[in-house]
């Protein structure tokens, strides 16, 4: 009778080997990682656990969201991390304000602010009305509950959003492809900007993949001029360590800390990396000279000094200033 309580046995798998064609080194780092008992049994227990709990994933942006974001208040992040917690399958919620604040000890009325929030923010979406309640769904790029293959279709159907374009300038900044986000089209009831058109998304898509080529070809060029320096020309391609006897790899080990430490003594390997993928242009502070800080200082102090007593006429100052201007 097949056991559906969901508890899993330790499953031990039991094999020999033969010690001809092992080495030393390889013998003891097979009893140090407790693979080796008594000489030649190798035992491998793998465990499941007896109850697994189901979860969701959640990127990091939307934690950072929650807690950045200031039109996200208290009640709206506790809110929020407890429809999570209530959250069925492809991230549907059927629950009312009434009873989710029964549950979390609010009030109706500072639940349905905090739903209101969050949908304005665009990390839920309203659905049809069921009763005197709505069916929620939570924007699966917030977090997901279901399969990976579902989501993609879940992704379609979201709205763009303040959410949204956070979430876009952060993977702008971090590197991360998210092209499949810019197309997003407001939904019926739904929020803010309209999604870009078909050309706009293609553009951008050829654009992310030609940059994409650009970087990897570049990572290669540096990669290979980096080896060849480490270890010499013979590997810039790569070194093949397993073809290697043990006292050629540590001649190239031993060489290549030698040259790296050359390398960051001399500037060389920043120089290196700074061809490749040159620093992006920042404006340099300007320097002041303290000296000069502090006659500035005191000229300014004289004049305030001089209105003060009437010696400078500010009509008379005012006048010259527009007949300058006029000139």
Known sequence: MPNNTGRHKSIRNH???????????????????????EGVPIQHISRRPIFMDSFISTPKFTNLYLALEPGINGNAIRVFHYLCYVLEYDNWIDISTVWVAE???????????ALSTLEKKGLLIRGEKIGNHYKWRLNP???????ATTRWEAVEDIPYSDFIEKRLEY?????????????LRPLEGGLSK??????????????????????TNRQRAYNRELRSKL??????????????????????????????????????????HNKYFPPEEKPKAEVIDISEK??????????????????I??????EFIKKSGTR
Not at 171 to 183: A, I, P
Not at 313 to 318: E, K, V
Request: charged share 40%; proline share 0%.
């Open 313 to 318: 006429d500010l009509d008379a100052l005012d």
């Open 103 to 113: 549950k979390m000890g609010l009030k109706r009325q500072q639940v349905s602010k």
């Open 294 to 311: 502090a006659k500035r200082h005191k000229k300014t102090q004289e004049l305030v000094d001089k209105i003060k007593s009437g010696e």
């Open 15 to 37: 094999g020999t080997i033969d010690f001809d064609g092992l080495s030393e080194s390889e013998i003891a780092n097979l009893r140090e990682r407790g693979l080796i008992q």
């Open 194 to 215: 309209l999604g870009m058109s078909a050309e706009t998304i293609k553009a951008n898509e050829e654009a992310e993949r030609a940059a994409y080529r650009d970087y």
């Open 141 to 147: 790029e917030a977090a997901w509950m279901g399969r």
């Open 231 to 272: 270890y010499g020309e013979e590997y810039a391609d790569g070194v093949e360590w397993k073809e290697l006897s043990e006292a050629e790899e540590a001649r190239l080990h031993i060489r290549s800390a030698k040259v790296e430490l050359e390398m960051k003594e001399s500037g060389e390997w920043q120089e290196l």
């Open 171 to 183: 993977g702008d900044e971090h590197g991360f492809k998210l092209g499949y986000l810019r197309g």
